[in-house]
C-alpha cells in the first residue's frame, strides 16, 4: 500500500481524506500526518528487536518478551486514542 501511495498522490490525498473522515479524530489525523503511526508500525525495528534469531533457533530472553509484551500493550493504548468514538 505504501508503494501505490507513492506512486498516486491523487490516491493518497482521498484515503487520508477517507482516513480523516471516517476513522481518525483529530489526534489520530495529526498522527498519521506527522508520521508516529508509522513509527508504531516500523517493520525493520520491530523485527530487528523482538523477532526469534534467524530460522528459530534460538530464542529471546525473558526481558525481550516482556519489552516486546509491554510496546505492544503501549501500542494499542497509543493507538486506541485516535480513532473515533462511533467506530
Given amino acids: 500500500m505504501e508503494e501505490t501511495l507513492k506512486q498516486s498522490p491523487e490516491y493518497a490525498g482521498l ?7 471516517e476513522v481518525f ?6 498522527s498519521l500526518i506527522s ?8 517493520q525493520t525495528t520491530i523485527i530487528e528487536r523482538y523477532r526469534n534469531p534467524p530460522a528459530h ?4 530472553t525473558v526481558s525481550i518478551a516482556n519489552e516486546c509484551r509491554r510496546y505492544v500493550e503501549d501500542s494499542i493504548l497509543e493507538l486506541s486514542k485516535y480513532y473515533k468514538e462511533s467506530l
Fill in 15 to 21: 484515503m487520508i481524506q477517507i482516513f480523516k473522515k
Fill in 25 to 30: 479524530n483529530d489526534q489520530g489525523y495529526e
Fill in 35 to 42: 508520521g508516529r503511526i508509522a513509527e508504531i508500525f516500523d
Fill in 57 to 60: 533457533t534460538k530464542y529471546v
